[in-house]
């Protein structure tokens, strides 16, 4: 099975800044990867998918990249909304899996 | 409105039985997998089972192998999610969501676009 990792666990960060967090997978997963957010007491909403490729409606200041093992998303200029817990997801294979999220706190 | 809405979510006792419903309305859901993904109170999100558009194709977590059944009903347009021997570590939000996919590029990219809002399974004696 594949098992993401998202570093770090716990980032907190001002408005306007310049956030990356990251997920590597155990084995290559090509561009097989999203990443979602997600609000307390809230479902998760997609944000990205095929690693880069950025869900209708989710403002561009949310970036995706890498392949393989290892991928970033990245926040540019953080607005008071980004405020919440990220997570990537393979869906390279059964079963798919999330990494164990990133909660984005404000400083 | 493209929508998906749980329910069926109870305070079950451990060794119970429990189906949860997913019911889907703004688009064709008889041309989508669907999945089931779960959340443990403070924890992180689980995958747990997907079906195919006509139920011929069913995968599950190991955790839940053996124990939860994926089915869907296309005339209902609804999506089920039978769980027995029910576990305090099956408490959780159960979330059903839409898997669809991106072919553009040529190569086919998945993703859950669309998610309900939950239902809360409690396993407590």
């Known amino acids: 099975d594949i098992q993401l990792t998202q570093s770090p666990s716990f980032l907190s960060a001002s408005v306007g800044d310049r956030v990356t967090i990251t997920c590597r997978a155990s084995?290559?997963?090509?561009?097989?990867l999203a990443w979602y957010q997600q609000k307390p007491g809230k479902a998760p909403k997609l944000l990205i998918y095929?690693?880069?490729t950025l869900q209708s409606g989710v403002p561009s200041r949310f970036r995706g990249s890498g392949s393989g093992t290892e991928f970033t998303l990245t926040i540019s200029s953080l607005q008071p909304e980004d405020f919440a817990t990220y997570y990537c997801q393979h869906l390279k294979s059964y079963p798919y899996s999330f990494g164990q999220g990133t909660k984005l706190e404000i400083k | 409105e493209v929508q998906l809405v749980e329910s069926g979510g109870v305070l079950v006792q451990p060794g119970g039985s429990l189906r949860l419903s997913c019911a889907a309305s703004g688009f064709t859901f008889s041309t989508f997998w669907m999945s089931w993904v779960r959340q443990a109170p403070g924890k992180g999100l689980e995958w747990v089972a997907n079906i195919k558009q006509d139920g011929s194709e069913k995968w599950y977590v190991d955790s839940v192998k053996g124990r939860f059944t994926i089915s869907r009903d296309n005339a209902k347009n609804s999506l089920y999610l039978q769980m027995n021997s029910l576990r305090a570590e099956d408490t959780a939000v159960y979330y059903c969501?839409?898997?669809?996919?991106?072919?553009?590029?040529?190569?086919?990219?998945?993703?859950?676009?669309?998610w309900g809002k939950g239902t809360t399974v409690t396993v407590s004696s």
């Open positions: 084995q290559g997963i090509r561009s097989y």
């Open positions: 095929a690693a880069s």
């Open positions: 969501a839409r898997r669809d996919y991106d072919f553009s590029s040529g190569i086919l990219y998945y993703y859950m676009d669309v």
